[in-house]
């Protein structure tokens, strides 16, 4: 399995899911964090504000810094190599990166009603 580190912009906590206006993407993001762990994938996150040795540390993080600058981040290194910059990744791309089969968006502990547009009997909309 795949090393995958995500190189993040100063947040104001480890997640930046806090405060008034959180912003979707790191919701998203932190979900799909859990279910990659809860499949045993090893993903780590640094956030710029709270582990700035991390980023001053890594050669690629430090060389991709003096190009782009922090506007540049989030930085995705899968086994060391950028793999993407300037967003965050899918819980498809990192279940690719991972080598994990995605089956199934949903939560730990939630199921999914099984409902298809080809188990509909009736006219409307499934």
């Not at 580190?5 to 480890?14: G, K, R, T, W």
């Not at 998203?28 to 540390?57: K, V, Y």
Request: aromatic share 6%.
């Amino acid at each position: 399995m795949s090393k995958i580190e995500v190189f993040e912009p100063a947040l104001c906590c480890n997640t930046g899911v806090c405060g008034p206006d959180v912003d979707q993407a790191l919701v998203s993001f932190s979900a799909d964090l859990d279910w990659l762990r809860g499949q045993g994938g090893d993903i780590t996150r640094f956030n710029m504000a709270s582990e700035p040795l991390a980023f001053a540390g890594n050669d690629a993080v430090r060389s991709f810094l003096e190009v782009a600058g922090s506007q540049g981040l989030p930085l995705v290194l899968v086994d060391g190599v950028s793999a993407l910059t300037g967003r965050y990744p899918t819980r498809d791309e990192i279940a690719l990166w991972s080598n994990t089969t995605q089956a199934s968006p949903a939560p730990k502990g939630v199921s999914l009603l099984d409902i298809s547009e080809d188990s509909c009997s009736g006219p409307g909309c499934c």
